[in-house]
């Protein structure tokens, strides 16, 4: 298969989450497909070592990560330091998954962006710390203390994703 069958046979294929990956670091549909954008654009010129290699998911979700970084510090943002968001249990009926979705998406935004890539890499993508650290370049303390502090930051500033009632529905551990 020749190199440029190979990438687009990797991108229809990983796409989809590669775009989720996107979306939970940026919360913004548009800026999410902006960034796997700019991602494959700077993958496809290693393309032909990484598909040698055999999985390129690592490089690219580093790519990612780097990108989304870059993109954070030039435009000087900075983390809202703002209280707790105030917000109902998660209702236990049909539309859990949903609220559940939105509220994880909301208290994501209040990270800074290292803490939401932790986040993002060991617990939506089932990394180990040892992969999310070497996805982003850090030491596998760094990880540790990273993830530790976003979910602190997470139970206080969104404690409405832990219901105390049932330990089985909580979205964040």
Known sequence: MDQQRSFETYVRQRGQALYRIAYLLTGDHHHA????????LKVVGRWRRLAADGDPDPYVRRVLYTEHVGRWRRSKRTVSE????????????????????????????????????????????????AQTAEVLGIR??????????????????????????????????
């Open 33 to 40: 497909q902006d960034l796997v954008q700019q991602a494959l």
């Open 82 to 129: 703002s209280g707790p968001i105030h917000r109902e249990p998660v209702a236990a009926d049909g539309a859990d998954d949903l609220v559940a979705a939105l509220a994880v998406r909301e208290a994501l935004a209040t990270l800074a962006p290292r803490q939401r890539a932790v986040i993002v890499l060991r617990y939506f993508e089932d990394l180990t710390e």
């Open 140 to 173: 596998v303390g760094t990880v540790k203390s990273q993830a530790r502090d976003a979910l602190a930051r997470l139970r206080d500033l969104a404690p409405y994703l832990i219901d105390d009632r049932d330990p089985d529905r909580e979205v964040l551990r």
